[in-house]
């Protein structure tokens, strides 16, 4: 079984920056630099929407319309990482966070294979 372990959340002022991380570990967790990862936040009372998303090589990058130009995703496949830089931060980027990964090498899969738990992340004004 492969672990996703988000870390990094926390209380900012609105403009400041974030650095989300998320942590792959388990039985199929040597296989990490071939997965596909992907960032994903909930807000109360709103569905869970995809924020970015990274292919193996980082040559695929996606993002969503209200992160782009803000957050950068990337990864570090030796530590079996991936990243998501926050900056300019919003009240409405409030959020959990969570971190999403998929070893079957569809790019934007439609439905992740590992799920995090997730991390709080609260932007006041």
């Known amino acids: 079984q492969v672990q996703l372990v988000e870390s990094g959340g926390g209380l900012v002022q609105a403009g400041a920056s974030l650095t989300l991380s998320c942590a792959c570990s388990?039985?199929?967790?040597?296989?990490?630099?071939?997965?596909?990862m992907g960032w994903y936040r909930q807000a109360p009372g709103k569905e869970r929407e995809s924020v970015a998303e990274?292919?193996?090589?980082?040559?695929?990058?996606y993002y969503g319309d209200s992160v782009r130009g803000r957050f950068t995703i990337y990864r570090d496949n030796a530590k079996n990482t991936v990243y998501l830089q926050m900056n300019k931060l919003k009240p409405e980027d409030t959020a959990v966070y969570y971190c999403a990964g998929d070893s079957r090498g569809n790019w934007r899969p439609v439905t992740w294979e590992y799920w995090g738990r997730g991390t709080q992340v609260t932007v006041s004004s």
């Open positions: 990274i292919d193996w090589s980082e040559r695929s990058v």
């Open positions: 388990g039985r199929t967790s040597s296989t990490f630099s071939r997965y596909v």
